[in-house]
Structure formats: C-alpha cells, structure tokens
C-alpha cells in the first residue's frame, strides 16, 4: 500500500489535524499575540483595503514582502485604467487558470455583484470555455488575458487592438494584475484554502 492511501488519524490521505490551520493550512495568529513586524503588516493591509481579505490574512507572515505586494492590490481597488468588469474579467481568466477553490469562488460572486457581468459569461472565464463581450474594451482584456494564460504568443493584429483600445498603461494593468492574481492562487493553493474558508476568524 503506498503512503498516499494509508489511513493516519482516520485520514486516507495520511493528512493529520495538525496540518489544518484556521485559513485552509494556514493557522492564524490572534492580533493581539502577533510581533510587532507581523501586526504592522496586518495593520499596513486594514489601512489601505479596509479589511485584511483571503491572501492578506496569510502574508503577514512575511512582513516586509507583504507591505511590497499589499499596494499593487490596492491600487487594482482604486486607480486602476480598467473598469471593475475589465478587472474581473481578467481575474476570472487566471484564477481559472490556476484552479484556486477560495479566490475562484470569491470572484465569481465579485464578478457578478460588482463586475456587472453575466453569470455564464462569468462561468465561461473561470472554466476556459468561448465567451464573448459586446464592449470592445472587454472584448479584448478577454482575449489577452486567454492568450497570456495559455500560454500564448500574444500576435501583432491582437497587440496592436489592445494598445488601441486600452493603450500601452491598460496592457500593463492586464499583466500585472493576472501577474499579482497569480501570487494570491498560487498562496491559497499552497495552504489549500477551501472555498468555504471562513473569512472572519481571527482578524478582529
């Protein structure tokens, strides 16, 4: 029998109760028994999101780097050249990509509420299936993003309908972000946060 399919702790996976945290993997530390470093990070995300959200909650944990990558998810909030469903459209892409339950179930919900768009269109993103969009802008932020997360060459006709219609800061919006959006996936999938994580356990 390999190790993978032997029973430890009732588990036949051979995951025991230590490796389960607060957050998917990721045990939470209360605010106030965190260091002085980790709780000005925490304090540092409130301040500039309002709350400390899915992947904020872990990075703490590396104080200086999450004060670098805390700012570019901010700045997505509010000064961002793409519109809220440009933003989502591209998210969808990627989390799509990378399979993360938390981030693809919270975005699928954002998507819809706060992107405005259609729920199948919406479905359509996050399981790489056709989609289209009326909106030129939205049409291709869609079909970048694909391309990108492909991974694809991204060809001259398809380059040259981008700057036009988004210009050389909306295509770095787009890369970035999907960019940025893989770091959340990529963090969420290492400490296997579950779709139905509890967003408000210990960060009051």
């Not at 519109?83 to 919270?106: C, D, F, M, P, Q």
């Not at 969009?133 to 932020?141: G, L």
């Amino acid at each position: 029998m390999s190790t993978s399919s032997t029973i430890v702790n009732g588990k036949k996976d051979g995951t025991t109760q230590s490796d389960r945290g607060t957050f998917g993997r990721y045990v939470e530390t209360p605010v106030d028994r965190m260091s002085p470093e980790m709780l000005d990070a925490f304090e540092f995300t409130k301040k500039l999101r309002g709350e400390v959200p899915g992947p904020h909650k872990i990075w703490p944990s590396n104080p200086k780097l999450s004060k670098t990558i805390v700012p570019t998810g901010a700045y997505f909030q509010t000064q961002s050249t793409l519109t809220k469903a440009e933003i989502e459209i591209s998210t969808g892409v990627i989390n799509g990509r990378w399979l993360a339950a938390y981030s693809n179930h919270e975005h699928e919900i954002i998507a819809e509420k706060l992107g405005g768009l259609p729920l199948e269109k919406v479905e359509a993103l996050i399981t790489g299936l056709p989609t289209s969009f009326d909106d030129p802008r939205q049409q291709v932020v869609y079909e970048l993003a694909s391309a990108l997360a492909q991974p694809r060459v991204i060809p001259v006709g398809l380059f040259r309908r981008a700057k036009a219609l988004l210009g050389d800061a909306g295509i770095v919006d787009v890369t970035v972000l999907m960019g940025w959006f893989t770091g959340v996936s990529l963090t969420l999938m290492a400490y296997d946060v579950p779709s139905n994580a509890d967003e408000t356990a210990l960060d009051q």
